[in-house]
């Protein structure tokens, strides 16, 4: 698998991505987007054919992979996984933690998609990215949703927190059944950038548990092995046996 991988002509544009990003993702719209993609609109398909049609998927507000397609993402992190001698959770985690992507695919506007996410219904954490921008958030000056606790109560757990909408919550809802708890929470908050110091009041203990077992050690192999120039693994045969042997049936999307 070579050059496929790459689209020379896409250019990212983090400032103008962030900026629709912030201003949109409210608790309404993060509410509607999460109950429509529950019924499942796109069809069925395997797991395996989603994530090679990851080579048509790219990622507006990532500018460390610029033309990198989200197949060769995915493979790369993979690839650093099986290099670290991680278990088989491990490296499915590293292959189909991105595949939510895909509804991009199907219409739905990168800002729906890609990009950092973070809690919606309380304060917005001061640091996330292109902070400034979520002044234009209808959510900024809610009298809840402006609050540090917001909508929910001190420690009340992530997964009982609305996350903005994106790849990570869809594919949260998606496999959250089908994989070990800790496979599916790492997936829901892979993007979760902000959640140093701005979040901790509203993890439980279990969260804080798996901040620092899979969400840490997880970033470091999906953040720090982006590679825009390399666009091939060795390892393809032995991640196509595993994802069909751990998803052997089509699932509906």
């Not at 499915?92 to 991105?98: M, N, T």
């Not at 970033?219 to 595993?242: C, F, G, I, R, V």
Request: charged share 25%; aromatic share 12%; proline share 4%.
């Amino acid at each position: 698998m070579t050059q496929t991988l790459v689209n020379e002509t896409f250019k990212s544009n983090k400032n103008d991505f962030y900026e629709r990003h912030h201003r949109t993702q409210t608790l309404a719209k993060a509410t509607e987007l999460r109950d429509k993609y529950a019924k499942r609109i796109i069809g069925p398909a395997t797991m395996w054919e989603r994530l090679m049609s990851l080579a048509q998927v790219n990622d507006e507000s990532d500018s460390d992979l610029e033309g990198m397609t989200q197949l060769g993402h995915a493979l790369q992190t993979a690839d650093a996984i099986a290099a670290a001698g991680r278990n088989e959770d491990w490296i499915v985690l590293g292959l189909i933690h991105d595949v939510g992507k895909i509804i991009q695919s199907y219409g739905e506007k990168p800002e729906f998609v890609v990009g950092d996410v973070y809690p919606v219904g309380c304060r917005f954490g001061q640091s996330i990215i292109h902070y400034d921008y979520l002044q234009e958030n209808p959510d900024w000056n809610h009298p809840v949703y402006s609050t540090a606790y917001g909508i929910y109560a001190p420690e009340c757990g992530l997964t009982n927190v609305t996350m903005s909408f994106g790849h990570d919550e869809y594919m949260y809802g998606l496999i959250k059944e089908v994989v070990p708890f800790e496979v599916a929470w790492t997936i829901r908050h892979h993007s979760f950038q902000s959640v140093a110091g701005d979040y901790l009041h509203l993890m439980d203990e279990r969260d804080r548990e798996l901040r620092e077992s899979h969400m840490k050690p997880f970033m470091a192999y999906d953040l720090y092995t982006k590679n825009p120039n390399l666009a091939e693994t060795n390892n393809l045969k032995y991640y196509q046996e595993l994802i069909e042997r751990r998803f052997p049936e089509p699932l509906n999307w």
